[in-house]
């Protein structure tokens, strides 16, 4: 599985923006951008996902640079409700058997 | 349909014990997933089901760990002759298969919280 690399950790201020950053440098041509948040004593939740374009929801956006060997996933503006692990994970959507592979994600911690 | 359910959600038992965690997925998806997850840790895959057959169960951690869904519906995990570190959290999501060799997002429910004492 191709691997991420995202920070431990990022703190935010209620109503700000929050960029969380994700490095995948060794991704392949058919691998999607998957990204995930878990809130306390919750299981994941879907957040976003993309191949190569930008994309949004109601929930975020998700910048995927040109290379792709990054992306961003963008919370326009955090609330306390948003404080939880992100997850970015890559999942080739061509591979029936392949499943979703965690790594230990970013924890956000939105300050009021 | 109100999403994953799991029962129970805490559970703590003692050394050697056996334990069965249940799953009933949304209704609709065919692909049922376990994980595991340990404090701080992302969730680890265990083994999944598409519909009624398990297609993948090597990741699961021992002998003592097996998983069902008869009927393709609900699932059970149960892990044999419990030990502490089998303490963690055991997550269920599940799918839907979109087209040959395409499934959705997964849909995961809150977990239940084991503790072996």
């Known amino acids: 599985d191709a691997k991420t690399t995202q920070p431990n950790s990022m703190e935010s201020n209620e109503e700000e923006p929050v960029h969380l950053p994700c490095n995948h440098s060794?991704?392949?041509?058919?691998?999607?951008i998957h990204w995930y948040r878990q809130l306390p004593s919750q299981g994941p939740e879907y957040v976003i996902h993309g191949l190569t374009s930008n994309v949004n929801n109601r929930m975020a956006s998700l910048a995927i640079a040109e290379d792709r060997k990054s992306s961003t996933l963008i919370l326009h503006r955090a609330t306390l409700r948003d404080a939880a692990v992100y997850y970015c994970i890559l999942r080739d959507n061509d591979n029936y058997g392949q499943n979703f592979v965690f790594g230990p994600g970013t924890r956000l911690s939105v300050l009021p | 349909d109100t999403g994953v359910s799991q029962d129970p959600r805490h559970k703590i038992t003692k050394r050697g014990q056996n334990v069965t965690f249940r799953c009933d997925p949304i209704?609709?998806?065919?692909?049922l997933y376990w994980y595991r997850q340990t404090l701080g840790q992302g969730p680890e895959f265990l083994t999944y089901f598409q519909n009624e057959a398990q297609l993948e169960k090597s990741r699961l951690l021992s002998d003592r760990f097996s998983a069902e869904r008869p009927k393709g519906s609900f699932s059970t995990l149960e892990i044999q002759r419990t030990e502490q570190g089998d303490s963690a959290m055991y997550l269920c999501?599940?799918?839907?298969?979109?087209?040959?060799?395409?499934?959705?997002?997964?849909?995961f429910g809150s977990g239940t919280r084991l503790t072996v004492v």
């Open positions: 209704s609709e998806h065919n692909r």
């Open positions: 999501a599940s799918s839907l298969t979109l087209s040959p060799g395409a499934t959705s997002g997964y849909t």
């Open positions: 060794t991704i392949s041509g058919t691998d999607y």
